[in-house]
């Protein structure tokens, strides 16, 4: 059976919605499908397709249809899944499928191709068994949830940062569109609020507690999978401290401004959070010693496959620089721009293709490299017309 990865939307997704496949979105009026985000916006006729000419759907029942036509259904969609998110075996998955589908004991032993039907029935009985434990242990999870919720608020920076009871400010409520508690739609690129991000996810921590690198990856990964960045900037802007060789880490004591103020100081052109001066130093000193990868990566529009393939000596500036650019909107691709603003940046993400050592490389070579590397890319991707955002290259050229 081929396997797939879920998508994003999955997690957020009640279990209503995982069933029907598809969420509501009653801010923007618009149906989601959580297998791979396309979208109907209510108020809007849709055609059938090509089968039925001249028929006409609304915005749910197109959404109905487009969950059936392109994923068969959601139990076909999420026994797909790759066996790390279902915990099941091939061989369950299948047997799933095949009752699902209604076909009796003896049936399925022939298309297992083995068996008999008491086999089939024990393999029934044990997922029913699978489905208890999960029960319970959906159970625990929830009462894990609503014990940290009613856990005493934290004092200092952190604490007085932005609560998660409270509603969040303007800008944020974007973000997390689930709630403070939820996770992170997309890293922005103005600093205010990050420093406003950096805060509430401070409230995530416990305080006067020490933390391993772990244990903070494992937090921070249910806010945004990039759970790096956020590690770093919780540092950078005061709100966490940690050990040199980074064994431990713990939220830091109350400092000269909260998360708001930071924010405001941020907007105006000022530091967030004022570590100490010291701390300052250890930063920036930190920063220019950090060997910083270079390499190609690609911007990637996850709705509709389409790329920008780039290489850069500075991944994570470049990074940065895109986003920058994108939540600006002066990004000097026009049609990866226009695509950003009409997803408000949902779906859209960079990766890293192919990083490249650079240490002791002096510039002019590091540039040769970097470009034989964007080219192998851009050959093996072409990233040209309907799969990318290049012109395509004129002949004996490059698309570039």
Known sequence: MKEHQPSELLWSASQEELKKGYRF???????????????SEQGIIYPAGE???????????????????????????????????????????????????????????????????????????????????????????????????????????????ISPDEELPEGLGRLFPQGAHGPLKRWPGKESL????????????????????????DVLEQAWPDYAVLRRYMVEYGFMERKDDGSAYWLAEEKESTGTEAAAEADSGSVGAKPSREKRKELVQAYQETERPAGVFR?????????????????????????????????????????????????????????????????????????QLEAKWMDELKPYGERGYHPEPREGGSGR
């Open 25 to 39: 979105e009653p801010d923007s009026a618009v149906y989601r499908c959580l297998a791979c985000s396309a979208q």
């Open 51 to 161: 089968e039925r000419p001249g028929l006409y759907l609304d915005a749910g029942r197109w959404m109905k249809e487009h969950i059936a036509s392109a994923h068969g259904s959601m139990m076909h969609y999420l026994s797909g899944l790759d066996k790390k998110w279902t915990g099941l075996s091939d061989l369950q998955r299948s047997l799933l499928l095949l009752f699902h589908e209604g076909h009796s004991d003896a049936e399925i032993v022939k298309k297992v191709g083995g068996g008999s039907a008491s086999t089939i029935r024990n393999h029934r009985f044990m997922l029913r068994e699978k489905e208890k434990q999960a029960r319970l242990f959906l159970a625990m999870m929830e009462l894990l949830r609503e014990s940290k919720e009613q856990a005493p608020k934290p004092s200092g920076a952190a604490g007085q940062a």
């Open 194 to 217: 990050r420093i406003r991000i950096a805060g509430l996810l401070a409230q995530r921590f416990e305080p006067h507690k020490r933390y391993s690198e772990k244990e903070v990856n």
């Open 299 to 371: 911007v990637i529009n996850r709705r509709t496959g389409r790329m920008l393939v780039g290489s850069s000596r500075n991944l994570g500036g470049m990074k940065n620089r895109i986003w920058f650019q994108l939540e600006s909107g002066s990004h000097p691709s026009k049609e990866l721009q226009e695509e950003f603003r009409a997803s408000d940046g949902e779906g859209i993400d960079f990766e890293v293709l192919e990083e490249l050592p650079l240490r002791g490389i002096n510039a002019d070579e590091a540039g040769k490299l970097l470009a």
